[in-house]
């Protein structure tokens, strides 16, 4: 928002994540957010904080906290967006603007803007989810691919209409499809587009399931659908399935609030969407056990990738942190390697072995795993990595390596719904 030209104040409860912002660093690893940060900041517009008085003055006020799978259950935890809307009150004056940009159950936006109806300030709530990616997060927010507005009826969705295409001018000029919507609307955009694709991979891997006891190949499978337009070939990379801090319990979330709503049935799918893609972690870990031919226990096993996907640190329901666990779990001398994720990793795991560097990862290994397709790991040459292990075979949770090149350079290759 300050590379857009606004006046930003970031809030945090977090003193380590603000202290760390407020030295122009990133307390995660996202690419080009250093640079982005860092030039933000020398344009005096851009201040951090963990003192909620701050906000006041500011005009608009994005609430964009976490909205996790809650303990013990699959419904999303709200306690920080109601936590952060219950702190902005005290500070908000006539006129000024609440944006959510955080994943709720749909219905939570209409009863969020009647807490700020009853506060009586004059404030008024707009619903603008988020559709970024991580490792795309700042040219995804610089140049997003569509706007959604999501607007009470009458002069204060007019009015907060108005206020986001000042926020998002830029957008707005390079002529950013936008859709005015109600609150309802909105909130099921964000979900319905992570339910979509979390269905699409399921819906690939489900095809590589049927590949494995038939023979045929999903990555050509993959190609073949993937020209009809109406289909296309994004987001059906067959693998080790999808993870992260969004689509897992994003869906998770929306079968929960489907069933309060009393419509369960509707996307009651989705449950298969789960398991189907919960299914694919197994069968990475069955096909390395079966390539040790059963001799897990202190086997040495090299597991590439820790991240739920590359250019991400985030290992928040990560299929490849799950599958080194899992492995760990049955015996195995794990060693994990990941280009940013170990750090993360540990705290989380600290009884698995971390190695930043792909020669002592390899050395002595009885299996290799890929699970996470950094570029680091799709270089490799089979050639030379085969000089290193004890025995060379590669189980590729992702199908991203060539499986002629490393079969030729010796290795017994086991691809996911691939010969
Ligand atoms: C996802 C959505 O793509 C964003 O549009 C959304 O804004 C974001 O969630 C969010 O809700 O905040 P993200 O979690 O960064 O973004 O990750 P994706 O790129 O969607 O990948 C999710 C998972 O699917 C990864 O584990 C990835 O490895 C896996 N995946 C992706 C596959 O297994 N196969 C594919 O073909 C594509």
Not at 126 to 155: H, K
Not at 249 to 274: H, Q, T
Not at 291 to 302: D, H, P
Request: proline share 5%; hydrophobic share 45%; net charge negative.
């Amino acid at each position: 928002m300050a590379e857009l030209g606004h006046e930003v104040v970031g809030i945090d409860l977090d003193p380590a994540k603000i202290a760390a912002l407020s030295k122009g660093e990133t307390p995660f690893f996202e690419p080009g957010l250093p640079e982005v940060l860092t030039s933000a900041m020398a344009t005096g517009r851009l201040r951090f904080s963990t003192d909620i008085a701050e906000v006041a003055g500011a005009t608009v006020h994005f609430v964009a906290v976490g909205t996790p799978q809650k303990q013990g259950g699959q419904a999303a935890d709200l306690t920080h967006v109601n936590a952060a809307v219950a702190a902005l009150l005290p500070y908000l004056r006539a006129g000024d603007l609440v944006v959510g940009k955080s994943t709720v159950p749909v219905g939570t936006a209409a009863r969020l803007a009647g807490v700020i109806a009853a506060s009586g300030t004059g404030a008024s709530l707009a619903w603008n989810p988020e559709f970024l990616r991580e490792g795309f997060a700042v040219q995804d927010t610089i140049s997003p691919d569509r706007l959604v507005y999501g607007v009470p009826a009458g002069a204060a969705g007019e009015r907060a209409v108005e206020q986001l295409n000042v926020v998002y001018a830029s957008a707005v000029a390079a002529k950013t499809p936008l859709v005015v919507t109600d609150f309802a609307t909105a909130e099921l955009v964000k979900v319905a587009a992570n339910a979509f694709l979390a269905t699409k991979i399921s819906f690939i891997n489900a095809m590589a399931e049927i590949a494995e006891v038939s023979g045929a190949d999903v990555t050509q499978l993959a190609d073949a659908i993937g020209y009809d337009a109406r289909i296309g070939r994004r987001f059906l990379n067959a693998g080790v399935g999808f993870g992260g801090g969004c689509l897992p319990k994003d869906i998770r979330a929306f079968i929960a609030r489907a069933e309060e709503l009393g419509r369960g049935e509707s996307v009651a799918f989705l449950k298969e969407v789960d398991s189907i893609n919960l299914r694919r972690r197994q069968r990475v870990v069955d096909l390395t056990v079966g390539a040790l031919s059963g001799a897990v226990f202190n086997a040495k096993v090299a597991v590439l990738g820790l991240s739920f996907k590359p250019h991400s640190d985030d290992v928040r329901d990560s299929p490849a942190l799950d599958v080194a666990v899992q492995l760990r779990g049955l015996g195995a001398n794990v060693v994990a390697n990941d280009p940013q994720a170990i750090e993360n990793s540990r705290a989380r795991h600290p009884q698995l072995s971390y190695e930043s560097d792909i020669e002592t990862t390899l050395r002595d290994a009885s299996a290799v795993v890929l699970v996470t397709e950094w570029p680091e790991f799709r270089e490799i040459d089979p050639v030379w990595a085969a000089t290193l292990v004890k025995t060379p075979t590669i189980v590729d949770g992702r199908n991203t390596l060539d499986a002629a090149k490393w079969r030729a350079a010796g290795w017994t290759y086991y691809g996911l719904g691939r010969p």
